[in-house]
């Protein structure tokens, strides 16, 4: 199995910058793709932005530009750096990694998700 572990949302005002981050952890053999996803309330989930363990970046229309996906292999960690927040990032923000563990095939993995505010 893998656990996912997200911190890093907080309440920030407009046009301010948050980091998130999340850790894999468990049995893992390797880890192809990491991502953002989040869910604004009344929305559906949307994907924020994602990277390949080659780092090539996917980025949703609204954060390009104003947001930044990286990876830590070595920790099996992805990040995501937004900033100029606006009240639209309000959400709460679930990371997703597609994973290969000792003992099953590739399955795409959820994290509990954080919340992210964004208000005066």
């Known amino acids: 199995q893998v656990q996912l572990v997200e911190s890093g949302g907080n309440l920030v005002q407009p046009g301010g910058s948050l980091r998130l981050s999340c850790a894999a952890s468990g049995s893992i053999f390797s880890i192809s793709r990491m991502g953002w996803y989040r869910r604004a309330p009344g929305k559906e989930r949307e994907l924020v932005a994602s990277?390949?363990?080659?780092?090539?970046?996917t980025y949703a229309d609204s954060v390009k530009g104003r947001s930044t996906i990286s990876r830590d292999n070595a920790r099996n960690t992805v990040y995501l750096q937004m900033s100029s927040l606006n009240s639209e990032a309000t959400a709460v923000y679930y990371c997703n990694v597609y994973a290969t563990t000792w003992v099953r095939n590739p399955d795409s993995y959820w994290g509990q998700g954080t919340q992210v505010i964004v208000s005066s």
């Open positions: 990277i390949t363990n080659g780092g090539t970046t």
